[in-house]
Nanobody
Framework: QVQLVESGGGLVQPGGSLRLSCAAS????????MRWYRQAPGKERELVAG????????NYADSVKGRFTISRDNAKNTVYLQMNSLKPEDTAVYYC???????????WGQGTQVTVSS
């Protein structure tokens, strides 16, 4: 059974940090590109960051560049999102996403809430 389980969300003050984790199971994690998306109330889901299968390549939305870092540990089947200098506009549900381009397979996690507020 395929599972992507996010954790690490919560309430944090502006300027604070959080580290999200996404633990994968039920598929060969190292074969999948991984991404983090987020969706704020009343807004469309947007791509936050992506990482290649080996971790050698990453990409970020302009709004988070220099503040967020995506990484992965293929030995632990886990992808991370380190979020620093958080702003109220980062408040959203954050989703983990796995994609295998050649097989046209993708999976979504259930999401974790991040709230940035004083």
């Amino acid at each position: 059974q395929v599972q992507l389980v996010e954790s690490g969300g919560g309430l944090v003050q502006p300027g604070g940090s959080l580290r999200l984790s996404c633990a994968a199971s039920g598929f060969t994690f190292s074969y999948y590109q991984m991404r983090w998306y987020r969706q704020a109330p009343g807004k469309e889901r947007e791509l936050v960051a992506g990482i290649s299968t080996t971790g050698s390549s990453t990409n970020y939305a302009d709004s988070v560049k220099g503040r967020f870092t995506i990484s992965r540990d293929n030995a632990k089947n886990t992808v991370y999102l380190q979020m620093n200098s958080l702003k109220p506009e980062d408040t959203a549900v954050y989703y983990c996403y796995a994609n295998h381009i050649a097989l046209s397979r993708d999976y979504w996690g259930q999401g974790t809430q991040v709230t940035v507020s004083s």
